[in-house]
């Protein structure tokens, strides 16, 4: 079979140019879409409240609604968070979606605008029982002469039991609870409990003196700390 060259005069090749150039900046241009996808999609979580949160993209216009979907890890259809559908706020709370602290967790957020749908984009694989930092506890504290008891409240999560009581930390997570007893912004004492101590006995303390307690929450299993909570001071007798 003979071989058959076609000569292109000058104008020819510059359309053929034009044309190239034109579907290479259709297949390769980032699509207009992939410019309003929102940017840095992360779980953050404080006492198992999960919350995904995320960032406007550079290039969009201040009026974007965003769509957010779960799923736990390994399953193939992804879920509808019923309260960020079409929502103009930067983040969602997904701690009824992500309850279970021993479960993996993906999440997604797409935003639309008028030229339609961004790309979907994806969060990091979530574990709420590694992933989740803790409050310091509550103290509530007496004094009888030269004693102070220390009642110890753990923080508790956004989830509720069959009572509809918000349930503490301490039902899903391992804790301790380091208290600080101190005079004169000096550490003088430091205790620390199990989750199920409710009670600290500090005794032999010095009369008529000021004396200050803060706690933080410790896990356990790998050291993290939370911060410390507010002083609070009182007099022995």
Known sequence: MPFIMF???????????FVMCLLCWTDCSPSQQDDMAPLEVKFYSLDFRNVLRWKH???????LKYFVQYKIYGDKEWTNSEDCQGIHELEC???EATADPREWYYARVRSFSPEGFSSWVLSHRFYPQWETSFSPPQLKVTVTGQTITVQIKPPRTPLRGQKGSRIRVTKLQK??????LMHNGVDEEIHETD??????????????????????????RSGRKSL?????????Q
Do not use: M
């Open 93 to 95: 709370d997904l701690s």
């Open 175 to 180: 804790l301790a609870f380091r208290i600080y």
């Open 57 to 63: 993209p550079h290039k969009a216009a201040k009026n």
């Open 7 to 17: 000569a292109l005069t000058g104008l020819q090749w510059l359309d053929l140019v």
């Open 228 to 236: 410390r909570s507010s002083s609070t001071c009182v007099n022995t």
């Open 195 to 220: 989750s199920c101590s409710k009670e600290l006995v500090i005794e032999r303390l010095r009369p008529k003196t000021t004396y200050c307690l803060q706690a933080l929450s410790v896990t356990p």
